[in-house]
């Protein structure tokens, strides 16, 4: 079984904001491979299972990513253990888990894959860093950097929808990503 997981906020008000790139990506595969996505109240998510990949939505909003993830991947026993309940810390779910999020260090267009690397500031990811005790993990980091005024706080500039221009090029690279996410 494979897991990945888009971050991003719910609700209406987010979508096409840079922030929610990896809600982006996965909707886009989505309607691409014309799947729906389910809720699960149990683990406040939308998911998608296609074959012996699982695509999810955490709905716990960015910062508290890691709870909805958690909870999905000790429900399917996919969290080492070790002592009873007690997660193993570092473990390697680099090939079971993937998460897909925006990079404001990577340029607009461009992407990349990191595996067991830091969060670099990036609130969700950390969120699943702290709740799974591991960094060592899949990521791709799609870029969103273009052009922010150097006054502007990142958090508003993360939260801004895409322009139109940017739209463009963003669904572009998202085309091109989503076959490393195929199953």
Known sequence: MKIIVGLGNPGEK???????????????????????WKFD???????IKHNDTFF????TFMNNSGQAVALFMNYYKLLPKKIGLIRQKNSDLSQIL???????????????????SRAAGHN?????????KTKN???IRIGIKNNKP??????????QKF?????????????????????
């Open 14 to 36: 987010y979508n096409n904001t840079r922030h929610n790139a990896g809600f982006t990506l996965l909707d886009f595969f989505a309607e691409k491979k014309n799947l729906a």
């Open 41 to 47: 109240k149990k683990f406040n998510i939308n998911f």
């Open 56 to 59: 999810i939505k955490p709905l």
């Open 98 to 116: 993937t998460v897909v999020h925006d990079d404001l260090d990577i340029e607009l267009g461009k992407y990349k894959i990191s595996i067991n």
């Open 124 to 132: 969700g990811v950390q969120s699943i860093i702290d709740y799974l």
């Open 137 to 139: 993990f899949r990521r």
């Open 150 to 159: 150097e006054q502007m706080p990142v958090e508003k500039y993360v939260l």
């Open 163 to 183: 322009s139109e221009e940017e739209m463009g090029v963003v669904d572009g690279l998202i085309g091109g990503i989503t076959k490393l996410i195929s199953p």
